[in-house]
């Protein structure tokens, strides 16, 4: 089946500091790439949408500048926190789909990773 | 190797119950997630499970067998708007979700 990666997963740093995580489609090519965060048993939140090659789309409330969003390839995308500061501390989960252009594809879900900043 | 094991597709008739079966297979275990997603939205948290037994949440419920590596998600009074796809998670030792592929809950009038 359809495996997606994250690293790292987890990650503890210094307010004011940056962040990288990626997201790696291992066995197919992800056309779409989802970021989304969670807070304890809450529903996930999508922050981003990114398709290869192209810019994210960014949902309403999520600052781009403060989440850079990044689909080099087909195979990973790499979500970095700038600037991170302690409210940013959550649980980052993506979701790759082959395909692009329908909202209803079928999405994997990766492991997350889980920031603390302090 | 973790593994979490569902359904790919189910049907049922408004009106009626369904129940949604879920194995799992993880490194250690902090609780069981079963969320929601209609297509082309995020997914939304329906039911988190840690202790065995049954959690009850207005038409839906959960349940969990940590012995039995065992969870199912059932709901009644089925309505259409209940179609959509169930997503099985289990967190391991790490705090890690180890995600199902998702069963495709069809409702039928």
């Known amino acids: 089946g359809a495996v997606v990666s994250q690293h790292p997963s987890w990650v503890i740093c210094k307010s004011g500091t940056s962040v990288k995580i990626e997201c790696r489609s291992l066995?197919?090519?992800?056309?779409?790439m989802f970021w989304y965060r969670q807070f304890p048993k809450q529903s996930l939140m999508l922050m981003a949408t990114s398709n290869e090659g192209s810019k994210a789309t960014y949902e309403q409330g999520v600052e781009k500048d403060k989440f850079l969003i990044n689909h080099a390839s087909l195979t990973l995308s790499t979500l970095t926190v700038t600037s991170a500061h302690p409210e940013d501390s959550s649980f980052y989960i993506c979701?790759?789909?082959?395909?692009?252009?329908?909202?209803?594809?079928?999405?994997?879900f990766g492991p997350g990773t889980r920031l603390t900043v302090l | 190797g973790q593994n979490i094991d569902q359904p790919t597709e189910m049907t049922a008739t408004e009106g009626a119950i369904v129940q949604i079966n879920c194995t799992y297979q993880?490194?250690?275990?902090?609780?069981l997630f079963w969320y929601q997603q209609h297509a082309g939205e995020a997914p939304t948290f329906l039911s988190y499970?840690?202790l065995d037994g049954l959690e009850e949440k207005g038409r839906f419920s959960s349940f969990l067998s940590r012995s039995k590596g065992y969870s199912y998600l059932l709901l009644k009074e089925l309505q259409m708007k209940d179609s959509a796809s169930y997503l099985c998670a289990g967190m391991d030792s790490n705090y890690q979700l180890i995600w199902g592929a998702g069963t495709k809950l069809i409702i039928k009038p």
């Open positions: 993880t490194s250690g275990f902090n609780g």
């Open positions: 979701s790759a789909s082959e395909f692009s252009g329908s909202s209803t594809d079928t999405q994997y």
């Open positions: 499970n840690v």
């Open positions: 066995d197919f090519q992800a056309t779409t």
